[in-house]
């Protein structure tokens, strides 16, 4: 018998009729009966099998059974992980900001140029080929130089000169000198001093410099800050709240601009430099 013929006979046998009936058994009498056949049986069968599978669907889908077999757990982690990151990139950005700050800030105090500003202008199509030209005449230079005394004679006299200390005491090696490039004073003392604070204030920098070895700058009331260069080691970090004379750094003689143990220190006023000598008395 071949492949065709099984399926032929199968097909035929599912279509014979039985005859289920039921009785009482006592006396034998027929209650009811049916008849039916293997292919209604399995038709049957399918049909109640879907009608119980949809049915289950449609209870888990619209009714809190869908809670038996779903865990809303990884709902509630993507949420999380969505406010995670919004709360991460905030920080990056907060940090990335305060970062720059400080580092700019170090810029000024070192009298070094801005390479954020120095790439934008070479990237500015706009300024690829000008050739500016300035003539400056003798007025102008008269009256910068009248404009740069009278705000540095203006910030000098918002200062108040009774609430300094002397961060050390020592010999003068090398004064202010604007025109050098020397915004601060270089104080010759014992290698090992404490460093005092000129003012109350908060670190804003605490860190070593290439140039300058280890640097403390100290914000103060007024928009005033000062810097404490070369030290040999640093005893406040970034944050810290410092009082009038507090010990800061120890005296010594890092950086590649320091040739022995002292202590070089700036005052700057909004931007501008301030000559120390003019406020704070350093001789023993």
Not at 185 to 197: L, M
Not at 228 to 239: D, E, N
């Amino acid at each position: 018998m071949g492949f065709s013929d099984k399926i032929k006979s199968f097909f035929e046998k599912s279509r014979e009729k039985h005859k289920l009936s039921f009785t009482n058994d006592s006396t034998y009498d027929e209650k009811w009966s049916f008849r039916l056949s293997m292919m209604n049986l399995y038709t049957l069968l399918g049909l109640y099998t879907l009608i119980i599978v949809i049915g289950l669907s449609i209870l888990i889908r619209f009714t809190p059974m869908k809670y038996l077999f779903m865990d809303p757990a990884p709902t509630a982690s993507v949420e999380q992980i969505n406010d995670n990151s919004r709360v991460i990139d905030s920080l990056k950005t907060e940090i990335e900001s305060r970062q720059k700050y400080f580092n700019d800030l170090q810029m000024i105090l070192t009298d070094q140029p801005f390479e954020d500003s120095l790439k934008a202008i070479e990237n500015d199509t706009l300024l690829t080929n000008y050739e500016p030209h300035f003539d400056i005449s003798e007025e102008d230079s008269l009256l910068r130089e009248k404009f740069e005394n009278q705000s540095s004679l203006d910030e000098k006299n918002q200062v108040s000169i009774d609430f300094y200390s002397a961060p050390v005491k020592g010999t003068v090696s090398k004064s202010f000198d604007r025109s050098q490039g020397h915004y601060g004073v270089d104080v010759v003392t014992e290698k090992g001093a404490p460093i005092k604070s000129c003012l109350d204030g908060t670190v804003i920098f605490s860190a070593w410099s290439q140039d300058d070895g280890m640097v403390v700058i100290v914000q103060h009331s007024g928009e005033l800050i000062s810097v404490y260069k070369h030290c040999s080691s640093l005893l406040k970090k970034i944050g810290d709240k410092i009082q009038t004379t507090d010990p800061i750094a120890i005296v010594g003689s890092t950086g590649a601009h320091s040739s022995g143990p002292h202590l070089h220190f700036e005052l700057w006023k909004r931007g501008i430099p301030l000559n120390p000598q003019e406020f704070i008395n350093f001789s023993k």
